[in-house]
């Protein structure tokens, strides 16, 4: 592992490297096994954790306020309207000062440029709960659901079918990390970070398309998003129009692998981004992988509390 007492970040995937990213899977497996049993662990306990967000949620709001409390430790939740940015103090005030008070931060925003000033101004570590470029916190998750349904991730072929988004984009990241075999179809005009795709394509396992069909050949997993995130209800007619064959239906799914199996960050809109036969034949994945949220998390706030104090 790493040096203690080393001030690090989940602003992206990134952040960690591969050994720590096994590390935080094999964690999230013991945390997830331990919550079953009458075993009392509270590693953080007596630690508090900042939570900013500025954008609604569900998951990710409950599943870092249960693993903090399960972890023996304490959670502040503030809206941004709730604190002095919201008035226009500047992002590395508020960082400093929280830094004073908390143990590490989470922040869900519109900008990853919020989280990336604030990181740099914190002096403990703070945690990208959502941003417009990046959400590590679903992919950490999610790549232990697939661990979970297939055994591992290696000659595991997974999809990703949809707007080249947030999720798109940290998928792409841990790609990168774990040399996986992704592949990502988008429209056109909705594709992940171009210079994402650059990296990623320096592993012969990556491939972006534009067709879906191409995409789901032969995969053992298949994700999926919303076409339509917060803050882009504005487009909404636009993207339904540009995604129409992007839709996980069972016809798709006849190009994947027989025991494929179909994963969904939620939200779900059904009839859009995946049907409703196909999310009801596989919610019993869909909803594990947003129950992993909460253990992932929880290993995630228990190794960057406690190695960078």
Known sequence: MIERNVKRDFTKFLDI???EARYLLK?????????????????????TLAMIFEKASTRTRVSFEVGMKELGGNSIFLTTHETQIGRGEPIRDTARVLSR???AIVLRTYSQRTIEE?????????????????????ILSDLFTIQECKGNLKDIKIAYIGDGNNVANSWIEAAILFKLNLTVASPSGYEPERSLIEKAQRNKNFVFT??????????????TDVWVSMGQEKESRKRKRAFVSYTINEKLLGRAKQDVVVMHCLPAHRGEEITEEVFERFEHVIFSQAENRLHAQKALLEWIITQSS
């Open 101 to 103: 008070y908390t143990n």
């Open 27 to 47: 964690r999230t497996a013991f945390l997830k096994k331990i919550r079953t049993t009458s075993r009392k662990y509270k590693p953080l306990y007596d630690r």
């Open 118 to 138: 604030f990181a740099r101004w914190s002096t403990v570590p703070v945690i990208n709960g959502l941003s417009d470029l990046y959400h590590p916190c679903q």
């Open 17 to 19: 490297t591969e050994k």
């Open 210 to 223: 534009h067709d879906p069909r191409n995409a789901v050949e032969g995969a053992d997993v298949v994700n």
